[in-house]
C-alpha cells in the first residue's frame, strides 16, 4: 500500500533564518558589500517579487517545495564584476543567477543536513509574473538589497518526506 504523509507544516522559523543568514553570508563574502535582509513576508498574488532574471532549485527530502532567487540585470551584472567578469551577455547573467540560487540553497543544505536535498537550478529570463508558486506551502518572500539593488530570495517549502512504499524484493526471485 501507498501512502503519503499530508498536512505538512511549513517552514519553521529557524529554517528562515538559515537561509537568511546564508543569504547575507553570501554577499558579503562575494562582494565585501553587506547586503541589508529585510523581514520575510508571505506572498499574496497581488505581490511582484520576480525580476528580470531568477533561478528555480527544487528541493526534495526532509523538506518538499523550491527556493528561487530573482533579481533585476544591472544587479546582477554588478555582482559579476566581482567575480572578475566583464561580459554581460544573457548567457552569463542566467548563469549568474543560478550559480547565487544554488550557492545559497547548498549552504542552506550544510546546516538543514543531507535530507534536504537540491536539483540543478533552472533559470528563466524575463520576469516570470506568470509563475505559480505550490500551493501547499506558503511563499516566503525574502527581500534583499545590496549596493542599491533589490533582489528576492523566495521559499516555499514544507517539511515532510513522502511515504515511500516497501516492496519485498524477495519476492522477484526466482
Known amino acids: 500500500m501507498i501512502t503519503k504523509k499530508t498536512d505538512a507544516p511549513a517552514m519553521r522559523e529557524d529554517d528562515l533564518k538559515i537561509f537568511v543568514k546564508g543569504t547575507e553570508h553570501f554577499f558579503k563574502l562575494v562582494t565585501k558589500i553587506t547586503a541589508e535582509v529585510s523581514m520575510p513576508f508571505i ?4 505581490d511582484h517579487v520576480m525580476n528580470e ?10 523538506h518538499r517545495g523550491c527556493v528561487y532567487y530573482t533579481a533585476p540585470r544591472e544587479m546582477i551584472g554588478e555582482l559579476m564584476g566581482h567575480f572578475g567578469e566583464t561580459d554581460r551577455s544573457d548567457e552569463l547573467l542566467m548563469d549568474c543567477v543560478g550559480e547565487i540560487a544554488n550557492t545559497i540553497s547548498g549552504n542552506a543544505r550544510e546546516q538543514l543536513g ?7 537550478p533552472v533559470v528563466i ?3 516570470a509574473e506568470d509563475i505559480r508558486f505550490p500551493k501547499d506551502a506558503p511563499a516566503f518572500v525574502i527581500p534583499i538589497t545590496w549596493n542599491g539593488y533589490r533582489s528576492s ?8 518526506e513522502r511515504e515511500i512504499p516497501a516492496f519485498d524484493l524477495g519476492s522477484l526471485e526466482d
Open 43 to 46: 506572498k499574496e498574488s497581488s
Open 53 to 62: 532574471f531568477s533561478a528555480i532549485i527544487g528541493i526534495s527530502g526532509k
Open 114 to 120: 543531507p535530507g534536504f536535498m537540491i536539483s540543478v
Open 125 to 127: 529570463r524575463g520576469k
Open 153 to 160: 530570495l523566495i521559499l516555499c517549502l514544507k517539511s515532510g
